[in-house]
Antibody, heavy 115, light 107 residues
Framework: EVQLVESGGGLVQPGESLRLSCTAS????????MTWVRQAPGKGLEWISY????????YYADSVKGRFAISRDNAKNSLYLHMDSLRADDTAVYYC????????WGQGTLVTVSS | DIQMTQSPSSLSASVGDRVTITCRAS??????LAWFQQKPGKVPKVLIY???TLQSGVPSRFNGSGSGTDFTLTISSLQPEDVATYYC?????????FGQGTKVEIK
């Protein structure tokens, strides 16, 4: 069974950093591109980043460019999202998803940015 | 960047009704268009990809069509379990923009 499990979310103060992880199982992780998508409370879906199977190229939404960094470790079947300079409007559930288009998705991890 | 515009933003229909949701891209995206369903409190799942290809396990009452800039998701006979928010997404090139969503309710 294909499974994606996000972790690393939590409550942080504005300006702080956080790293999210997504652990994959049930498929050959190194063969698939991966994406991060977020959803602010009560809002729609926002695509934020993509990484190819090899790790390059990488793409970002303008809203996170320069602050967030996507990476992967194919040996560990893991995807990461390093988030710097967090702002209140980064508060959201963050999902990792496999492939192009994105399917399946993990259950998500909640990031709350608040003082 | 290419913008994705869905309409309507919400709709209410009776069980058995035919429901149509449209998605318009501000520039052509060929058939790189997916439709997602997000039920309340649940994770989104893909219904249709490549504009018209039904994902395995998705009921045949869901149909996608279109190419270029104009796309449609049709539910041929609305069922209670179809209550959800539906999103289109382009994935031809970054950014993989989502539409704003269409909330479907039962009348």
């Amino acid at each position: 069974e294909v499974q994606l499990v996000e972790s690393g979310g939590g409550l942080v103060q504005p300006g702080e950093s956080l790293r999210l992880s997504c652990t994959a199982s049930g498929f050959t992780f190194s063969s698939f591109s991966m994406t991060w998508v977020r959803q602010a409370p009560g809002k729609g879906l926002e695509w934020i980043s993509y990484i190819s199977p090899s790790g390059s190229p990488k793409y970002y939404a303008d809203s996170v460019k320069g602050r967030f960094a996507i990476s992967r470790d194919n040996a560990k079947n893991s995807l990461y999202l390093h988030m710097d300079s967090l702002r209140a409007d980064d508060t959201a559930v963050y999902y990792c998803a496999r492939g192009r288009p994105s399917d399946p998705w993990g259950q998500g991890t909640l990031v709350t940015v608040s003082s | 960047d290419i913008q994705m515009t869905q309409s309507p933003s919400s709709l209410s229909a009776s069980v058995g009704d035919r429901v149509t949701i449209t998605c318009r891209a501000s520039q052509g995206i060929s058939n790189y268009l997916a439709w997602f369903q997000q039920k309340p409190g649940k994770v989104p799942k893909v219904l249709i990809y490549a504009a018209s290809t039904l994902q395995s396990g998705v009921p045949s009452r869901f149909n996608g069509s279109g190419s270029g800039t104009d796309f449609t998701l049709t539910i041929s006979s609305l069922q209670p379990e179809d209550v959800a928010t539906y999103y289109c997404q382009k994935y031809n090139s970054a950014p993989w923009t989502f539409g704003q969503g269409t909330k479907v309710e039962i009348k």
